[in-house]
């Protein structure tokens, strides 16, 4: 399957700003996206998705961007909160869904 | 994490033991999703299986791994002579026959350590 890369492995921002993690995917055929949220033991948690006929869908706290002009997703959590630390991950599905490296989020107090 | 239920959480084998690791998808769920993942990276695919059916293996290493989605009872991942390259967490997902929007959803892991 094809790659799924983040920009950035680790981001830290202070409690109440804004985050934005970023995530490039390479297939072009792609056409559904999620992102996941993984606590430290734990299994990878579903935050948000979206399909490839859109470029933005917003959840509670949490925004994702789509842009297939540059292969590239992001996700915006709004006033970052302590338990958002975490790794957040993109995946696409091509005929399976394909997952990249990571991005690990540290929210300063 | 959904409903999707993995066992053992942790399992400890010794080099050339066999582990079995099981995962009971959510109710409603025909679609199962086998990943890996070692210490501080992602997830790696490794089998899509539907009940009785493999759809797709190609993450699967060609020797000493195996997956099965039996009509009745929990699918199982098997994997014979474990070495210690095969420790890391072993995550499974599941889904309902998939159409856009329907995501996968995980268990909270099984985590394999060869010794």
């Known amino acids: 399957g094809e790659s799924v890369g983040l920009h950035l492995p680790t981001l830290s921002v202070q409690e109440g700003d804004n985050s934005i993690i970023n995530c490039a995917y390479s297939n072009s055929a792609s056409d559904y996206f999620i992102w996941y949220k993984q606590e430290s033991g734990k299994g990878p948690q579903f935050i948000i998705d979206?399909?490839?006929?859109?470029d933005k869908r917003q959840g509670q706290r949490v925004t994702v961007l789509l842009n297939k002009t540059v292969k590239h997703l992001s996700l915006q959590i709004a006033a970052t909160q302590p338990g958002d630390s975490a790794v957040y991950f993109c995946?696409?599905?091509?005929?399976?869904?394909?997952f990249g490296t990571g991005t690990s989020l540290t929210v300063i107090p | 994490n959904a409903g999707v239920m993995q066992n053992p959480r942790h399992l400890v084998r010794r080099r050339g033991q066999e582990a079995r690791l099981r995962c009971s998808p959510m109710?409603?769920?025909?679609?199962v999703y086998w990943y890996r993942q070692l210490p501080e990276e992602g997830l790696k695919f490794m089998v899509y299986?539907?009940?009785?059916?493999?759809?797709?293996e190609s993450g699967m290493p060609k020797e000493r791994f195996s997956a099965e989605f039996p009509k009745e009872g929990p699918s199982i991942l098997r994997i014979q002579q474990v070495v210690r390259g095969d420790s890391a967490a072993y995550f499974c997902?599941?889904?309902?026959?998939?159409?856009?929007?329907?995501?996968?959803?995980f268990g909270e892991g099984s985590w394999l350590t060869v010794v």
């Open positions: 299986l539907q009940k009785e059916n493999i759809i797709d």
């Open positions: 997902a599941s889904s309902p026959p998939w159409y856009p929007g329907n995501t996968i959803y």
């Open positions: 109710k409603g769920h025909s679609h």
């Open positions: 995946a696409e599905k091509e005929n399976q869904f394909y």
């Open positions: 979206i399909r490839s006929n859109m």
